[in-house]
């Protein structure tokens, strides 16, 4: 068993994207901006908009970070957002998720235009993935990509088995795998012995958000596995995979933390830099 580390690769391709971020500010003059939008006082939410502001600072781009009070209208903040849209220059935005239950959120989401949503998460840049053309890729299914590239992982022919159906990570996960070749199985709540379907497969990534939900007798024997989860339970943080029973079967697993996450807001950051060359049509390195 070895450790995807995806904590290592982070540092790695941040390095990279610091010399691409350089050379957009030395070619046009500005740096590339990325606006995060958050609502409301959630206190998880107020930890991951600071580490993706730390985040775009490190590689050398310029934030742009918009709070705003849980007891702002529906219309004030889609005004907001569409204010960032139409900023040149704001190359990416994000809108912080979940939002206080009182926002209509995809409302709001539709003020993020297709070329600056660097979450990849609208519907034109979902519907362009699953037609596998050039789009802006979901940042957790595209970081997991990169990561089990980067560690020499054989997609082509294998047997993938994604456990999840989320918009944001089993739907693009699985469309990404099925570009690479990959025979996909995805499983969800109503589905039958998820057991059965979970010991075929070569790559095993699972994101429904149950703590320990797979175990060591869920997984084939040599079977790359991404755990997408975190629960935290009793202080502790866990992810939807029991990491260890399954890493005695696992040759290559993702510990939580230090797996998917670091990766999750590292993509953040690439889309963002590639949102801006593309704006200029000076670059394309996806």
């Known amino acids: 068993m070895a450790i995807l580390d995806g904590k290592s690769y982070s540092i790695k391709l941040r390095g990279e994207l610091k010399v691409r971020a350089d050379k957009y500010f030395n070619d046009f003059g500005r740096k590339i901006g990325l606006a995060v939008v958050i609502i409301g006082e959630d206190p998880a939410s107020k930890i991951y908009v600071n580490n993706k502001i730390k985040a775009t600072e490190e590689v050398g781009m310029k ?25 040149p220059e704001v190359d990416g935005i994000i809108v912080q998720l979940p939002l206080p ?22 519907t034109e840049n979902l519907g362009k993935l699953v037609a596998g053309e050039k789009t802006l890729v979901s940042c957790t299914p595209y970081g997991i990509i990169k990561l089990l590239e980067e560690y020499g992982v054989e ?25 690479k070749n990959c025979t ?18 070569d790559i095993l990534v699972v994101a429904i958000g149950k703590d320990r939900f797979v175990t060591g007798d869920m997984v084939k024997e040599g079977a790359v596995v991404v755990d997408v989860g975190i629960n935290r ?12 029973s399954a890493s005695k079967k696992a040759s290559l697993i993702t510990p939580v933390p230090g797996g998917v996450g670091p990766m999750t807001v590292t993509m953040l950051m690439y889309n963002t830099v590639l949102a801006a060359f593309r704006s200029k049509n000076a670059d394309d390195f996806q």
């Open 184 to 201: 996909v199985t995805t499983c969800h709540s109503r589905t039958q012995d998820i057991k059965k379907f979970s010991t075929d497969a």
């Open 155 to 179: 997609f082509s022919g294998k047997n993938a088995v994604v456990i999840g159906r989320s918009n944001m990570v089993g739907k693009p996960i699985a469309s990404l795998l099925l570009q």
């Open 63 to 87: 934030s742009f970070s918009l709070r705003l009070p849980e007891t702002i209208s529906q219309e004030e903040a889609e005004l907001q957002v569409k204010n960032l849209a139409e900023n």
């Open 233 to 244: 339970v009793d202080g502790k943080l866990y992810g939807d995979v029991d990491f260890e």
């Open 101 to 122: 239950k009182k926002f209509d959120t995809a409302s709001i989401l539709k003020h993020i235009p297709a070329e600056k949503d660097v979450d990849g998460l609208c």
